[in-house]
């Protein structure tokens, strides 16, 4: 990889640019080493990496110690784990279980269910159930 530093009086907030054409390792690891993308997440589709925005995401759920990104139509396989995903996507995003992080923006309802957990229901169709210890920080969120 080939690496230039440009040191420009006028700049006042230091930012790194990478030109490439395909994300592949070693670009992921310059990122990784630089510090994460603000808002940006890698995922795999089989071979393939995939750059997601959170706008592009309703709900990450651990599915086999695998962290499982859920879009629009389809579903991602990220090779980080939960809580790195949570300190990239902190804002509109709130963890509700111990396995799983929504994006705030894309719940279309949120229905009591028994033993007093409440089921949400994305717009993509997706459902998990808020855990007790998560349920306070929800119900604050939605004015309830």
């Known amino acids: ?15 790194a640019v990478i030109y490439t054409n395909q994300i592949n390792d070693e670009v992921l690891q310059a990122v990784e080493m630089i510090g994460n993308v603000p808002g940006i997440i890698t995922a795999m589709e089989e071979e393939k990496t995939i750059v997601l925005r959170p706008n592009d995401i309703y709900m990450i759920r651990v599915e086999n110690n695998k962290a499982m990104i859920y879009c629009k139509d389809q579903k991602y396989t990220s090779k980080k784990r939960l809580i790195e995903l949570e300190k990239i996507l902190k804002g509109s995003f709130m963890k509700i279980s111990k396995t799983t992080l929504v994006n705030l923006h894309y719940i279309t309802s949120a229905e009591a269910s028994f033993g007093g957990i409440m089921c949400l229901v994305m717009k993509n169709g997706c459902k998990d159930y808020v855990s007790r210890k998560y349920l306070p920080n929800l119900k604050r969120y939605l004015g309830i």
């Open 1 to 15: 990889m080939h690496v230039e530093i440009k040191v420009l009086e006028e700049i006042t907030n230091t930012y």
